[in-house]
Structure formats: C-alpha cells, structure tokens
C-alpha cells in the first residue's frame, strides 16, 4: 500500500507552548489529508480535511485557530497545535487518501503521541 | 447523519478458529467500504477494501458486502493470538472523509 510518514512519533511539551507535527505522503500525491485524534480506549475522531491550496475544513466543535493546519504541498500536511494543554495529550493520527474515482484507499501515518506536561 | 455500527466487543475466540466481525451503516449511496486493523498504541492498517456485493478473499481475510441490507463483515479464519487487536468499520459515500465505526476489539486466545 501507500505509504504516509508522520513525524514526530512522540513529542512531549510543556503547557503554552505549540507543537508542529508533519505528515507526508511519501510515495503519492495527496491533495487531501486527514488528522484524527484518538484518547485511550475511544474510537477515532475526525478533527479536519486539510485540502492542498486551500483552508483546512474543521469538524465541529474543532477551534480552528488551536489546531492551526497548513497544507502547502502534495505531500505535506501540517497539524500545528498551539497554546498547548495538558488536555490536548493524546494521539493524533494523519491520513492520506489515493484517490481514483470512489473507490480510494486512505493510509495511515503512524501516530504522534503528544504529552503536554 | 452517516453512522457506522460496530459491536464494541470484545470478541473472544480461540486460536484456529473463525472470527467474525460485523459492521453496519446508514447511508446507502456508500460506495467503498474498508477494514482496518489497529494494534494498541498504534495507527489503523488497511486490510481489507470491497467495493461490490459479494465476497472478497485475501488469505485468512475474508470480507463480505450486503448493499441490501447495509452491512460489511470481515471473517478471518485460523484466527491467531498475533489478530488480537480493534477492528475499524470505514465507510466511503463519494468523494468525502471516511465515517468510521467505533472498532470491534478482537482477542483470540492460544
């Protein structure tokens, strides 16, 4: 399958500060990114569309202006998380899609495990 | 709403035997349906896609799509200790995000 990076694996940060993580798609183009989040135990939980070009689609609910996202190329994805929290601890997840018609496959970065301390 | 069902779990089997997994959704222009596995600590891996009714076979995995009656299953058979994991039900309605399912964790015992 297709492979997308997702760096850092885990990062821990202190309260205020942000923290930047990147996703790539290394071996396709990827207008659309994904970034989910997933707390312990809980199922996966969209957060936005990161859309190469243009403004990130934000779930509800999802502050736009603290998870800041910036899709600048067709392999890169940023998910930005600033003024960081201790309740923003928790496992954030980028996917990037293949896509041929509908029938498109999303792949899985591998995860950053953010600690805000 | 979209919405896609999955029984929590977990399911319990023993090892070599057949585990069978179950997913239902709402939205019946779903196209594309897809499972994957999430080993704890760890990002999803695709493992199955099916696109048309019917069954589809890789290896152990098996899946099976009933448009009709709205429901995705994957079976693995000769389950092994190394399946254990949450399964993860996604489903795709055109050219938009995939709706997951909450995942059916899966533990097959030696």
């Known amino acids: 399958g297709a492979v997308v990076s997702q760096h850092p694996s885990r990062v821990i940060c202190k309260s205020g500060t942000s923290v930047k993580i990147e996703c790539r798609s290394l071996?396709?183009?990827?207008?659309?990114m994904f970034w989910y989040r997933q707390f312990p135990k809980k199922s996966l939980m969209l957060m936005a569309t990161?859309?190469?070009?243009?403004?990130?689609?934000?779930e509800q609910g999802v502050e736009k202006d603290k998870f800041l996202i910036n899709h600048a190329s067709l392999t890169l994805s940023t998910l930005t998380v600033t003024s960081a929290h201790p309740e923003d601890s928790s496992f954030y997840i980028c996917?990037?899609?293949?896509?041929?018609?509908?029938?498109?496959?999303?792949?899985f970065g591998q995860g950053t495990r953010l600690t805000v301390v | 709403q979209k919405e896609v069902e999955q029984n929590s779990g977990p399911l319990s089997v023993p090892e070599g035997a057949i585990a069978s997994l179950n997913c239902t959704y709402s939205?019946?222009?779903?196209?594309?349906f897809f499972w994957y596995r999430q080993y704890s600590g760890k990002s999803p891996e695709l493992i199955m896609s099916?696109?048309?009714?019917g069954d589809k076979e890789d290896g152990r995995f098996t899946a099976q799509l009933n448009k009709a009656s709205q429901y995705v299953s994957l079976l693995i058979r000769d389950s092994q200790p190394s399946d254990s994991a949450t399964y993860l039900c996604?489903?795709?309605?055109?050219?938009?995000?995939?709706?997951f399912g909450k995942g059916t964790m899966l533990l097959v015992s030696p």
């Open positions: 996917s990037a899609r293949v896509e041929a018609g509908f029938n498109t496959e999303a792949f």
């Open positions: 071996d396709f183009q990827a207008t659309t």
């Open positions: 990161s859309n190469e070009g243009s403004k990130a689609t934000y």
């Open positions: 939205d019946r222009v779903s196209q594309s």
């Open positions: 099916i696109y048309s009714n």
């Open positions: 996604a489903v795709n309605a055109g050219y938009s995000t995939l709706t």
